[in-house]
């Protein structure tokens, strides 16, 4: 019968035993009568215990068990089953905001537009990278949210004053033509857009797929420590030749 009330077999085999006993049993003897086997009963008593279907005690060293008054226990699962019903009344379902669809633009106005909409609804979170000349005309708009409060994290390609806004500059070596132009914006952790060319025009992505977020996120650090290691420690990188080749062999 337990077994309608969610309990395992094993649960309600050691319940039986225990209630049937006149005397309270220690493992060996409940393992005897229930058929329960040795390696199991410990762990199956301890979830009754955790339960408050059985009770305790230790006699001679000996830990013995033995099970609530039927009565008392009719009461306890009576109780717990109309608190669960009385719970399940009050409970309010809704399916979780998810969104794992791509979506594709091949139009660089569109494209830029939509980037100032994915700044401009930014609660908290805001990173971002691009060319200079293509950043220039979203200071204004990166600007009024940093004002707002909202943290900002800037790379560019090519020198770019960004004021207050925290940035890190990547100036390319006039070698590196594997370079390509591209454009990220990440927002709240929630949502990317981000665009790369290809035959010559632009083509982006829009998503709120978390994977790809996450994927994107990690991508904008992995520049951005690229970035700053190679300021840091730029002649020892490029006079260093296969370090120099590997570099200017990066694409974004």
Not at 102 to 125: F, G, P, R, Y
């Amino acid at each position: 019968m337990l077994q309608k009330f969610g309990f395992t077999q094993y649960e309600s085999q050691v319940f039986e035993v225990l209630t049937a006993g006149n005397s309270p049993m220690d493992a060996t003897t409940i393992v005897k009568y229930s058929q329960v086997p040795k390696s199991k009963v410990y762990e199956v008593l301890q979830r009754l215990v955790e339960k408050g279907m059985i009770l305790t005690s230790f006699n001679d060293r000996k830990k013995l068990y033995t099970a609530l008054p039927m009565e008392t226990t009719i009461e306890k699962l009576t109780s717990e089953f109309q608190s669960n019903v009385e719970e399940l009344k009050s409970k309010e379902f809704s399916l979780p905001d998810s969104d794992d669809r791509v979506w594709t633009l091949q139009n660089d106005t569109s494209i830029s537009v939509l980037i100032k909409e994915c700044i401009q609804k930014a609660d908290k979170h805001i990173l971002i990278t691009g060319w200079s000349d293509e950043l220039t005309p979203l200071l204004p708009h990166l600007q009024k949210k940093h004002k707002e409060g909202v943290n900002i994290e800037l790379l560019s390609v090519g020198d770019l004053d960004t004021g207050s806004i925290p940035s890190h500059l990547l100036l390319p070596d006039e070698q590196h033509e594997a370079l390509e132009r591209h454009k990220l914006v990440i927002v709240d952790e929630q949502e990317i857009l981000f665009a790369g060319v290809e035959k010559g025009y632009f083509q982006g992505i829009h998503t709120l797929s978390r994977p790809l977020v996450k994927f994107f996120t990690e991508f904008f650090y992995h520049d951005v420590a690229l970035t700053e290691i190679t300021k840091k420690y730029e002649s020892v990188l490029i006079e260093d030749e296969e370090i120099r080749e590997i570099l200017m062999k990066l694409r974004y």
